[in-house]
């Protein structure tokens, strides 16, 4: 595990969060949570807490920052990754929204490895209202499943949190309606698909 302060890609802020009580909750009853009437309908965290967990981060400040924190140390160590990956693909694409993009981390080091980009990192109003500003990149709060700020090209990274296979995300590209796709290997536990509307 890489927990050391060394280079600014220390882990430590995700191994706070995955050991907080919040987290280690649902894994406690999760047994009990499998055997209920609701049968695993409503996911353990829900069922613990009463709520989904972005509902929970926005009532929980404390949480949400631990959140925010453990999702940036990723980013912070990925992001450059996908970047090295994608040169040539941001050639021409003059505006760039980062959905679920949490502190805005990875929107920074995107606009500085491609810097004729400009950026917008969209996030919950309660994530944008708290995180810093960082250079080059325009802060917008909202909820992705009313709407999203137009832009050139959309960038989404872990919003789901869901892992699929490749098979299902044929399907979910297709079904959004994108007319082909391709997969890049980063060479790390992530891949990027870059899905093109035409
Ligand atoms: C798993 S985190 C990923 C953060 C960041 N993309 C990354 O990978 O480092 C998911 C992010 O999506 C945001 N989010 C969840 N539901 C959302 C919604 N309906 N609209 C906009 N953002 C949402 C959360 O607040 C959180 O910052």
């Not at 919040?22 to 409503?42: F, H, Q």
């Not at 490895?113 to 960082?134: A, M, S, T, Y």
Request: net charge negative; with cysteine.
């Amino acid at each position: 595990m890489m927990i050391t302060k060394r280079d600014g890609k220390s882990m430590a802020p995700m191994l706070l969060l995955e050991s907080s009580q919040e987290m280690l909750a649902p894994w406690l009853k999760l047994s009990s949570t499998i055997s209920s009437p609701i049968n695993g309908l409503v996911p353990p965290f829900d069922a613990v807490h009463g709520k989904e967990l972005w509902s929970f981060a926005k009532d929980n400040p404390r949480h949400s920052e631990l959140i925010n924190e453990a999702m940036a140390c990723e980013a912070r160590r990925v992001v450059p990754l996908v970047a090295g990956a994608c040169h040539g693909l941001f050639d021409g694409v003059a505006m760039v929204v980062d959905v679920g993009g949490g502190t805005g981390d990875t929107m920074a080091i995107l606009v500085k490895e491609f810097p004729w980009i400009k950026g917008i990192n969209f996030d919950l109003p309660h994530v944008v209202e708290v995180v810093q500003v960082l250079d080059n990149v325009e802060n917008v709060g909202g909820n992705m499943f009313d709407s999203i700020p137009a832009c050139d090209a959309v960038f989404i990274k872990t919003s789901t949190g869901k892992e699929r296979t490749l098979k299902e995300w044929d399907f979910v590209i297709k079904e959004a309606g994108f007319a082909r796709y391709e997969v890049r290997d980063i060479d790390d536990v992530q891949w990027v698909i870059i899905a093109y509307p035409s």
